[in-house]
């Protein structure tokens, strides 16, 4: 089946959902009358190298607090000794193991041999990153992985129908982080919890090549080849000069995908498909007239015209200007979606308006295009202004767009374990968000895609009169009634008590549960050196007691910010 119309549906992804639309087919005009009018690289071409990879490896996690073994398969542990061997010649094993060999550190308590897997997204340029699932897979004495980390992996890609049997050669990708074991239960009528033998290391994957995306043309012919590559590199010119399209031959073309799109290559795919042969002035004149006459039709497949005139280029300003002056209705916003792809600032206060009237048609998906502009003065004051609206995804997606342009709205702490806490003094209903959305390639400095507990707020405190106590048993949270201080207990791996203090705000409590027992800097204070996982697992039920009065969202995938 010709992918293009697979790669329309991204759009919905990649811009957000108003709800179902049509597909736009692409053109069945014939390869061999390339000047018919409506022939497209995507009428003519399918791509290859566009699929979901399935990533695999043997590992250690460290850091247990004695809920380790070393059982394993005599190749597994083989394979395991080697690698540490390895990592231990270049500096990479974590100091509390540097003076033990290989054979001790896997046999200790405090490492457990588990199994790595997980799914590399098609296309996915190098330094993507993916989540990582952990298990183990054979019989162990190993009791929970809570509080592991595991070490640097390498991971090779799985043999499709040889029972998860490891492709020979050169890994392709590697991971390593803390561990993140489901907190919650399992179901809203129990209060079994999650295997603590199976966890998630949230956005621990990263790749380590990119894969070669092609174009194969459904008709091979080497004239039409050198025009699909003449015609990519045209509308397509990186300031690098590296070319979009090279080493075409009658039958394939490689795509390298530009700098500027390697945030959103599933965008400059479907740009790539939907691009016209034709270029002349001519050409673009009479589609232009025919787009708007699209556009005005009962049931307009906007999503479609919309990459349409994004692919003709700045040639279509005008007539997107003409689209999004009147702000009302769907064609409004995405005439101005595709005139801000094409560096059109004027688009930006039409944006505006839609985002700020509640009653637009296409309100969220304003957000989301105005989140890419962010770092313009009045996309950023727009954004600001909404994260006190009473819509609770309207303000996860200004929250979003502000701290991507590193908005100073968003308070951020770096925290251990590799997580953060962002705090955001608002209006409104209080909320402690998780964010645990893998943000695949790290889209700016500020982000590098580790998880975070988003607090939304003005003056959030814990109530007062608090016992709080774990399932396990582990940690305690209290305080009396005319205390102005929480005090937390927590059980370590050695059976004994740590007990430490903490102000009511809920911002110091999450500080003094992530801050480690042992700090290395001696000025800092000691904390209860809670994961991520346990932290978020607290939160949670704090909320749903009314401790700490603040709703509770959990956001696992892009798509549940529309479902909170």
């Known amino acids: 089946m010709n992918k293009y119309a697979l790669l329309v549906l991204l759009a919905a992804i990649c811009y957000g959902c108003d709800g179902p639309g049509r597909t736009a087919q692409p053109t069945t005009a014939s390869a061999k009358t390339p000047d018919s009018l409506g022939v497209t690289i995507g009428s003519l071409c399918e791509l290859m190298g566009y699929d979901s990879v399935r990533l695999k490896g043997h590992a250690l996690v460290w850091g247990l607090p004695g809920t380790g073994s070393g059982e394993c398969p005599p190749f597994v542990k083989e394979y395991l000794g080697q690698h540490i061997q390895k990592l231990q010649s270049r500096g990479f094993i974590p100091e509390q193991y540097a003076n033990m060999t290989a054979e001790q550190i896997i046999s200790s308590h405090s490492t457990a041999v588990v199994s790595v897997s997980g799914t590399v997204p098609a296309g996915a340029p190098k330094g993507s990153r993916f989540d990582v699932d952990v298990h183990i897979p054979w019989s162990t ?40 074991i ?126 349409t005139w ?3 280029g700045r040639n279509a300003l005008k007539d997107l200007e003409a689209g999004y ?11 101005a979606r595709a005139a801000l792809e094409l560096e059109d600032k004027k688009a930006i206060d ?67 374990y590799e997580f953060q806490l962002d705090s955001i003094s608002t209006t409104g209903e209080s909320l402690i968000c998780v964010w645990a959305i893998c943000d695949t390639l790290g889209s700016s400095p500020r982000d590098k895609g580790e998880p975070r507990i988003i607090v939304f707020g003005r003056n959030l405190y814990c109530r007062r009169n608090v016992f709080f106590e774990t399932q396990e048993k582990t940690v305690t949270i209290n305080s009396r009634a005319g ?80 479902q909170s």
């Open 483 to 562: 205390d102005d201080k929480l005090t937390i207990s927590r059980k370590t791996g050695r059976g004994d008590y740590i007990t430490i203090q903490s102000s009511r705000a809920v911002e110091d409590l999450i500080l003094a549960m992530a801050r480690p027992l042992h700090p290395k800097d001696k000025k800092q204070k000691a904390g209860a050196g809670l994961t991520f996982s346990q932290i978020i697992g607290i939160l949670h039920q704090l909320c749903e007691r009314r401790v700490i009065p603040a709703r509770f969202i959990l956001l696992r995938k892009p798509e549940d910010i529309y």
């Open 350 to 416: 039409a944006l505006i308006k839609m985002a700020e009237d509640e009653h637009h048609p296409s309100r969220e998906r304003a957000m989301r295009t105005l989140a890419r502009a962010a770092g313009d003065v009045r996309g950023g004051a727009c954004l600001s202004r909404l994260l006190n609206s009473p819509n609770t995804r309207v303000r996860l997606l200004a929250y979003s767009g502000l701290r991507h342009s590193r908005n100073r709205r968003v308070r951020t702490i770096v925290l251990p």
């Open 325 to 335: 002056r009147v702000i009302k209705g769907k064609k409004a916003f995405y005439a």
């Open 141 to 180: 004495q190993t009791t929970s992985l809570q509080g592991g980390r595991l070490l640097l992996t390498e991971l090779q890609q799985v043999v499709s129908g040889l029972s998860g049997r490891l492709l020979a050669g050169r890994s392709s990708a590697f991971a390593l982080g803390p561990l993140f």
């Open 182 to 307: 489901n907190p919650f239960p399992l179901s809203a009528d129990s209060s079994k919890l999650a295997d603590p033998r199976r966890a998630v290391i949230l956005g621990g994957g990263r790749t380590s090549i990119s894969r070669q995306i092609q174009l194969s043309l459904l008709d091979p012919d080497s004239s039409i080849a050198q025009q699909i590559q003449k015609r990519i590199n045209s509308r397509f010119k990186p300031p690098d000069g590296k070319k979009v399209a090279d080493a075409a031959n009658r039958s394939v073309i490689n795509i390298n995908v530009p700098k500027l799109y390697r945030e959103r290559y599933h965008h400059f795919l479907q740009l790539l498909l939907g691009l016209y042969l034709q270029d002349s002035a001519a050409f673009q004149e009479l589609k232009l007239r025919e787009l708007s006459e699209m556009a005005n039709r009962e049931g307009a497949d906007y999503e479609a015209i919309a990459l």
């Open 310 to 312: 994004e692919a003709i």
